[in-house]
């Protein structure tokens, strides 16, 4: 384990409220990826980036914003316009991004709505 | 467009007995396949991927090009295997290069 750390572990969000959930890596990678992972859904894309100050949509980006200002770390925003918020979402880097790269992920933050 | 299908949801083997997990996949040229399995309380992790052409704790997947398929398979299953296995497809050009699509997964349980 380590590499990749995600916080919280557990994440309550009010009706309205934005919450940003961390993702932070020391393995030197260039791409990180963010995941939401539902029950019976397997894991969906929602933002990823390959380089620092870029990134590109996922398949279910919307309610979702990210930035890249740094190498290590990735962080998710979880917008009041997401209006299902409830899942366990994951973070994984990869050394650049490329073709058939092994993608290395975090333990995970689930995201519970109050 | 780039699809990955587990067709089942769940497997239950008992321990020694053969198992496959089914995985098939829709993509326009020759994408990458990998398998990913996340044990219980661990990070989902790598179990192996057809570029290297391995075996890992006894498992191996082939690529069946014909039938889009790429099913992961052990002849003697454990109970230490029983996991949620992913299989996932990695885009080879465009706006897929890199990506990974995953299917929805197969919750693999062993019965001593």
């Known amino acids: 384990d380590g590499g990749i750390t995600q916080s919280p572990k557990y994440l309550f969000r009010k009706e309205g409220q934005n919450v940003t959930l961390s993702c932070e890596q020391n393995?030197?990678?260039?791409?990180m990826y963010w995941y939401r992972q539902d029950p019976g859904q397997g894991l969906r894309l929602i933002y990823y980036?390959?380089?620092?100050?870029?990134?590109q949509k996922g398949d279910i980006a919307e309610g979702y914003s990210v930035s890249r200002e740094k190498k290590e770390s990735f962080p998710l925003t979880v917008t009041s316009a997401q209006k299902n918020p409830t899942a366990f979402y994951l973070c994984a880097s990869s050394i650049y991004g490329g073709v058939a790269e092994t993608q290395y992920f975090g333990p995970g933050t689930r995201l519970l709505v109050l | 467009a780039q699809r990955v299908t587990q067709p089942e949801k769940l497997l239950s083997v008992f321990k020694g007995a053969p198992v496959e997990l089914k995985c098939n996949y829709s993509?326009?040229?020759?994408?990458?396949l990998f398998w990913y399995v996340q044990y219980s309380r661990q990070r989902l992790q790598l179990l192996l991927r057809?570029?290297s052409r391995e075996s890992i704790k006894g498992f191996t997947a082939d690529l069946n090009k014909g039938e889009t398929s790429f099913h992961l398979k052990k002849p003697f299953a454990q109970e230490e295997d029983s996991a949620m296995y992913y299989c996932?497809?990695?885009?080879?050009?465009?706006?897929?290069?890199?990506?990974?699509?995953f299917g929805r997964g197969t919750q693999l349980t062993v019965w001593p």
């Open positions: 996932a497809l990695s885009g080879v050009r465009g706006s897929t290069l890199g990506r990974l699509y």
């Open positions: 393995l030197n990678h260039d791409a």
């Open positions: 980036s390959q380089i620092v100050n870029d990134f």
């Open positions: 993509y326009s040229g020759s994408p990458e």
């Open positions: 057809h570029i």
